[in-house]
């Protein structure tokens, strides 16, 4: 099981940190791939960074540099790091560890 937490209000150019935490059989030490993926109304689920098992990280050019991931593996949990912020960014956000998906929660970015 996954769960996401960290989400809520901010405002334009603020910074939030996202949590997942991963509990029952799922190992973030042992995970092939760490994801975070958003979802705005209306649009399509997008992919927004990722860690590979090596550690090797990656994020969408449309991001700009403005997202990061990191893990814990000792807490077993994945982060989300997100910067300067946009209102464009307001999105449910969700975490994915291999098959395996959270509920995501929700940022909102406001003027």
């Known amino acids: 099981q996954l769960s996401e937490s960290g989400g809520g209000l901010v405002q334009v150019g603020e910074s939030l940190t996202l949590a997942c935490t991963a509990s029952g059989d799922i190992s973030i030490g042992s995970a092939g791939a760490m994801r975070w993926f958003r979802q705005i109304p209306g649009k399509e689920r997008e992919w927004v960074a990722q860690m590979l098992s090596t550690g090797t990280t990656y994020s969408p050019e449309f991001l700009k540099g403005r997202f990061g991931i990191s893990r814990d593996n000792a807490n077993n949990r994945i982060f989300l790091f997100m910067n300067n912020l946009q209102i464009e960014d307001t999105a449910l956000y969700y975490c994915?560890?291999?098959?395996?998906w959270g509920l995501g929660t929700q940022v909102t970015v406001s003027s």
């Open positions: 994915n560890v291999d098959t395996e």
